[in-house]
């Protein structure tokens, strides 16, 4: 059975969510992200441990594709110069990045795995 942490954004008094549906959860592989684009946002899916997390698809160190990057232990290491960053809080553990990934919440319904952007930046 597969988990997410979903949350919610409360902005005031409105809670301002923008959900985009973005794969199912066959599509992803555990040792590696799923890739997927919502308009110019580029997302990298995970599966640790039966829990969907959704990240940034572009790296904190020089903006590269995390496509083929490689998943262990909660982490994603980038393929080009191996920063490696926790998936849960996007936080950089190890390598040359110094900035990390955006994270963003995700849900699951009946398999299908959907990612809210309402906090996206627009430098993605
Ligand atoms: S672009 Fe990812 S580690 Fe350099």
Redesign the pocket.
């Given at each position: 059975m597969y988990t997410t942490q979903e949350e919610t954004h409360n902005t005031g008094d409105q809670v301002m969510a923008d959900w985009h549906k973005i794969a199912t959860i066959d599509e992803i592989d555990p040792e590696e992200p799923l890739i997927v684009s919502v308009g110019d946002t580029v997302i990298a899916v995970y599966s640790v441990e039966a829990e969907i997390f959704a990240t940034s698809g572009i790296?904190?160190?020089?903006?590269?594709c995390?496509e083929g990057?490689y998943v262990e232990d909660g982490t994603v290491e980038?393929?080009?110069?191996?920063?490696v960053f926790n998936i849960k809080t996007g936080e950089p553990i190890e390598?040359?990045?110094a900035d990390p990934i955006q994270t963003y919440p995700v849900k699951l319904d009946d398999g299908a795995i959907s990612v809210d952007l309402a906090d996206r930046k627009e430098a993605d």
């Open positions: 790296c904190g160190h020089e903006a590269e995390l990057g980038c393929p080009y110069h191996s920063a390598g040359p990045s």
